[in-house]
């Protein structure tokens, strides 16, 4: 289910490691195989790399009790909240993952900007990564000192600007409240899955009983691509592809989807013209 960046990042790892990579089945409703997953993990289990929620389908994975069975087994997890820090509320002490990661531009802030969230311990027992100024304590040519953190981290003059503006994007997002926002965009969802349901021949890719607003879908006939292009001219935005996802692509036999997203400034007006938009599209292409 994962994003192409929460997969090729270990796949270096891996073969620098010697490590396995092991993927969790995903079970035909766009959620994960629980029981597979109880299945594979193992004492050799180091790390559980999973997505909160997905881009491509909406899916939001029971994280806290897959960190706790991850951490009984003896792995450390790693939660991408990349698409769950805009809709969901997040605690990482509850949810008491070792690393959280999100993107700035999934959170209305900026590109390019981020954070990694690490336990304390980890973090300080953690080797270096990325050497330069900032994270030094004392140089010498003999050896060098680290500092502490999260400087031991943040090599060289950081983009000072885009985490500035990123901390403004998070006041706003928090200032309006995850928990009326999630209220609201769980609203927008149910309409418009009642909605497209309707749509013959058009099929939603991910049914999983827990989602974000996200919709994917494919229409028997019809290729997403073209589909975002008639969209587009009457001026609705989607996305079509593989969303940074191909194995997920590839586990539902289907080269893309086309993908509707909506957020807290979505208007039921809006996904009404969505679904009469794809109702006119899919009759150009037919
Ligand atoms: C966008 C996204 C990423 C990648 O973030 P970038 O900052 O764009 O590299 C990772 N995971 C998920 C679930 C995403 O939606």
Not at 189 to 216: F, H, M, N, W
Request: with cysteine; hydrophobic share 40%.
């Amino acid at each position: 289910m994962e994003h192409h960046s929460n997969i090729v990042p270990w796949q270096i790892i891996a073969e620098e490691n010697g490590a396995k990579l092991v993927a969790i089945p995903v079970l035909e409703d766009g959620s994960l195989d629980m029981e597979a997953f109880q299945r594979l993990l193992s004492p050799k289990t180091k790390l559980l790399a999973v997505v909160h929620a997905s881009n491509s389908l909406g899916t939001i994975n029971p994280v806290n009790s897959m960190v706790a069975q991850a951490h009984a087994a003896g792995a450390k997890v790693l939660v991408d909240g990349s698409q769950s820090t805009v809709h969901l509320p997040i605690d990482v002490q509850d949810m008491d993952c070792d690393f959280f990661v999100f993107s700035g531009h999934k959170v209305y802030g900026p590109t390019g900007s981020g954070a990694l969230y690490g336990k304390k311990a980890l973090l300080e027992a953690m080797p270096v990564f990325h050497g330069g100024g900032e994270m030094i304590k004392e140089v010498r040519f003999e050896g060098s000192t680290y500092n502490d953190l999260p400087y031991k981290y943040e090599a060289g003059t950081p983009n000072i600007a885009d985490t500035v503006a990123l901390k403004y994007a998070l006041d706003f997002v928090n200032g309006i409240g995850k928990a009326s926002i999630h209220a609201y965009e769980q609203g927008l969802l149910s309409y418009a899955t009642d909605a497209l349901e309707q749509i013959k021949g058009l099929r939603i890719i991910g049914k999983a009983p827990e989602k974000t607003s996200v919709l994917s879908f494919v229409v028997d006939g019809v290729h997403p691509s073209d589909l975002g292009v008639l969209l587009d001219n009457k001026g609705i935005a989607v996305r079509t592809g593989h969303h940074c996802t191909q194995p997920l692509m590839e586990r539902f036999r289907i080269p893309g989807t086309t993908r509707a997203s909506f957020a807290m400034y979505t208007t039921y007006e809006e996904i009404d013209a969505l679904v009469e938009g794809l109702e006119r599209s899919i009759k150009t292409l037919l």
